[in-house]
């Protein structure tokens, strides 16, 4: 059964949101969703889908909280703890059984409100063998963005070109919190972090949701709706521990991508993708991305974006949304904004930032420090 995205809403993306609480941020976002889609959440909607983590919420069994703001009140709703890429997958696979025909997935961040970030990320680390070492978590990035330069033999200069273009993109986005026009001496000067990584090598938070209204064919055909078809999707988690992981490759993205181009039947991704929007909260994990999932070869990646390939009049568009680094790292919701900026690409609604003659586009996310969990969905505007 053939599944499409047929209604999206973005809210907030901004460094902080003080005017608005979490629920009213989603309430705008799926109050857009909605309209865009044409459902009336309580009559045609079989189940809704939140992706959020308790800790990240400061409270447990979050999906409590959501009906109101969804229009979920009584019906069926359940909580990804997890990316909202992972969330699609979900609502994905309920409409693939038949029990419903139109699913929500929904997946914020209100980082503003997060007094505690760098303690919850440090309460992810391994309680026996990490933890006790006392270090920052954006360490684990370092020492693997440092063995990716090593292991690819990619030269530091190719991660300045991902922050100049993903910022510069983002300028063109009304969606982003961080647009800028870099100069190499504003990267030059930025201060060293976690090395090889600089602040400017690191996403910054943002307030933001995502709402995604997705149908199955005939449910899509009832409400004369023109779906952005999910082709293929999978998801996969590398080693749990940062020792016995490989630094170099992202193995969960490599293994959840051979999952979705299985499914989607799509034999040479390289050349029959069109637009990609990747997980680039590290400068060096666009890169490493890419070529996990096949977008570019071991080691060139880093070549390739210093050449312009990776542009928006690039051979391979990749973040023409400014990505994480532009648009600002939005927790949970991450993954599911990859995917509805390719919904945007593929209809031609991305206004400056479209890419020409789009019609299959990749999305791509990571969980984010210090997991290795990633997902991959294809899509495309024609099955």
């Given at each position: 059964?053939?599944?499409?995205?047929?209604?999206?809403?973005?809210?907030?993306?901004?460094?902080?949101?003080?005017?608005?609480?979490?629920?009213?941020?989603?309430?705008?976002?799926?109050?857009?969703?909605?309209?865009?889609?044409?459902?009336?959440?309580?009559?045609?909607?079989?189940?809704?889908?939140?992706?959020?983590?308790?800790?990240?919420?400061?409270?447990?069994?979050?999906?409590?909280?959501?009906?109101?703001?969804?229009?979920?009140?009584?019906?069926?709703?359940?909580?990804?703890?997890?990316?909202?890429?992972?969330?699609?997958?979900?609502?994905?696979?309920?409409?693939?059984?038949?029990?419903?025909?139109?699913?929500?997935?929904?997946?914020?961040?209100?980082?503003?409100?997060?007094?505690?970030?760098?303690?919850?990320?440090?309460?992810?680390?391994?309680?026996?063998?990490?933890?006790?070492?006392?270090?920052?978590?954006?360490?684990?990035?370092?020492?693997?963005?440092?063995a990716y330069l090593r292991g690819t033999r990619t030269v530091r200069k190719a991660l300045d070109a991902v922050v100049r273009k993903n910022r510069g993109n983002a300028r063109f986005?009304?969606?982003?919190?961080?647009?800028?026009?870099?100069?190499?001496?504003?990267?030059?000067?930025?201060?060293?972090?976690?090395?090889?990584?600089?602040?400017?090598?690191?996403?910054?938070?943002?307030?933001?949701?995502?709402?995604?209204?997705?149908?199955?064919?005939?449910?899509?055909?009832?409400?004369?709706?023109?779906?952005?078809?999910?082709?293929?999707?999978?998801?996969?988690?590398?080693?749990?521990?940062l020792e016995t992981r490989d630094l170099v490759g992202a193995a969960y993205a490599r293994l959840a991508a051979d999952q979705a181009y299985r499914m989607a039947k799509l034999r040479?991704?390289?050349?029959?993708?069109?637009?990609?929007?990747?997980?680039?909260?590290?400068?060096?994990?666009?890169?490493?991305?890419?070529?996990?999932?096949?977008?570019?070869?071991?080691?060139?990646?880093?070549?390739?974006?210093?050449?312009?390939?990776?542009?928006?009049?690039?051979?391979?568009?990749?973040?023409?949304?400014?990505?994480?680094?532009?648009?600002?790292?939005?927790?949970?919701?991450?993954?599911?904004?990859?995917?509805?900026?390719?919904?945007?690409?593929?209809?031609?609604?991305?206004?400056?930032?479209?890419?020409?003659?789009?019609?299959?586009?990749?999305?791509?996310?990571?969980?984010?420090?210090?997991?290795?969990?990633?997902?991959?969905?294809?899509?495309?505007?024609?099955?």
């Open positions: 059964m053939r599944v499409g995205i047929i209604g999206m809403g973005i809210a907030g993306f901004r460094p902080a949101t003080p005017e608005l609480s979490w629920k009213e941020l989603m309430f705008e976002a799926a109050s857009r969703a909605y309209a865009d889609a044409g459902v009336d959440p309580r009559a045609d909607v079989g189940s809704f889908v939140t992706c959020a983590e308790d800790y990240y919420e400061g409270f447990g069994i979050f999906d409590e909280f959501v009906p109101d703001q969804l229009g979920a009140v009584l019906r069926p709703t359940c909580t990804v703890s997890g990316d909202g890429l992972q969330g699609l997958a979900t609502a994905f696979m309920q409409i693939q059984t038949g029990l419903v025909d139109v699913a929500v997935v929904e997946a914020h961040s209100k980082a503003s409100d997060i007094r505690t970030f760098d303690g919850i990320l440090e309460h992810g680390l391994d309680p026996i063998w990490t933890r006790p070492l006392g270090g920052h978590a954006f360490v684990a990035a370092g020492l693997e963005a440092d986005n009304p969606h982003a919190a961080y647009p800028a026009n870099l100069e190499p001496s504003h990267l030059d000067a930025a201060e060293e972090r976690f090395r090889p990584l600089r602040t400017l090598d690191i996403s910054s938070l943002a307030d933001g949701c995502v709402v995604v209204v997705i149908a199955s064919e005939p449910a899509a055909r009832r409400l004369k709706a023109s779906p952005i078809w999910i082709r293929g999707i999978g998801w996969a988690s590398d080693s749990p521990t040479a991704p390289a050349r029959d993708v069109d637009v990609a929007e990747v997980d680039d909260r590290f400068s060096y994990k666009e890169l490493q991305h890419l070529e996990a999932i096949g977008l570019a070869k071991t080691g060139e990646a880093g070549r390739r974006a210093i050449r312009g390939d990776f542009a928006q009049d690039g051979r391979l568009p990749v973040n023409a949304s400014g990505g994480s680094l532009g648009c600002g790292n939005v927790l949970e919701a991450t993954g599911l904004h990859r995917a509805a900026e390719i919904v945007c690409q593929l209809r031609g609604e991305a206004g400056r930032r479209q890419v020409d003659g789009a019609k299959v586009g990749i999305a791509q996310s990571w969980r984010f420090v210090p997991t290795a969990t990633g997902a991959v969905a294809v899509l495309g505007a024609s099955a």
